[in-house]
T-cell receptor, first 116, second 113 residues
Framework: DAGVIQSPRHEVTEMGQEVTLRCKPISGHDYLFWYRQTMMRGLELLIYFNNNVPIDDSGMPEDRFSAKMPNASFSTLKIQPSEPRDSAVYFC??????????????FGPGTRLTVL | AQSVSQHNHHVILSEAASLELGCNYSYGGTVNLFWYVQYPGQHLQLLLKYFSGDPLVKGIKGFEAEFIKSKFSFNLRKPSVQWSDTAEYFCAVRPGTASKLTFGTGTRLQVTL
């Protein structure tokens, strides 16, 4: 398996622009997580899905952030409009649902977002 | 709310030194525990995990961790570190039947030659 795939790997945009981050989880995994990592706040869980359904979005910073998972193999995280404080590395992770492996998350390479 | 504390933010060791990174959590019920590692410029990878049974768990690359329930701790150890162990280490807890993890703030390990 190719692992979790994220695109783009790097994104530089100007304040006010819309940004869309993409993630393809590992096939067969039932859970998908979006995280944000910054020096100041560390690793923060933004939202996660189970079987394509959003379960907990309490970590989404504000209404400018939205996430979708239209099918089992694709998810997007959108920021509109983007602001400089959104600059961070955004990770997607997926996890199987089997009881003995819940919590064992497989992370993608991340998208480094810079908002100027 | 449950929390995970990693008290060592930055650790510097010489090669061959022994390593112990602390991790404490605040959840009182059943937990699953994890250590993840993030090498410079890379994504997080699972180092080891505890679900049940023997509280001393062994992971990849010679790492091990011990679950001490009475102390709410899950410390990471390695008898002799290598320069290639330079990375950031994250402790994570999955309380009860939750589907998500709570991560600590991470410990940056720097191993010098």
């Amino acid at each position: 398996d190719a692992g979790v795939i994220q695109s783009p790997r790097h994104e530089v945009t100007e304040m006010g622009q819309e940004v869309t981050l993409r993630c393809k989880p590992i096939s067969g995994h039932d859970y998908l997580f979006w995280y944000r990592q910054t020096m100041m706040r560390g690793l923060e869980l933004l939202i996660y899905f189970n079987n394509n359904v959003p379960i907990d979005d309490s970590g989404m910073p504000e209404d400018r952030f939205s996430a979708k998972m239209p099918n089992a193999s694709f998810s997007t995280l959108k920021i509109q409009p983007s602001e400089p404080r959104d600059s961070a590395v955004y990770f997607c992770a997926s996890s199987p649902a089997r009881a003995t492996r819940i919590g064992e998350q497989f992370f993608g390479p991340g998208t480094r977002l810079t908002v100027l | 709310a449950q929390s995970v504390s990693q008290h060592n933010h930055h650790v510097i060791l010489s090669e061959a030194a022994s390593l112990e990174l602390g991790c404490n959590y605040s959840y009182g019920g059943t937990v699953n525990l994890f250590w993840y590692v993030q090498y410079p410029g890379q994504h997080l990878q699972l180092l080891l995990k505890y679900f049940s049974g023997d509280p001393l768990v062994k992971g990849i690359k010679g790492f091990e961790a011990e679950f001490i329930k009475s102390k709410f701790s899950f410390n990471l150890r390695k008898p002799s570190v290598q320069w290639s162990d330079t990375a950031e280490y994250f402790c994570a807890v999955r309380p009860g039947t939750a589907s998500k993890l709570t991560f600590g703030t991470g410990t940056r390990l720097q191993v010098t030659l």
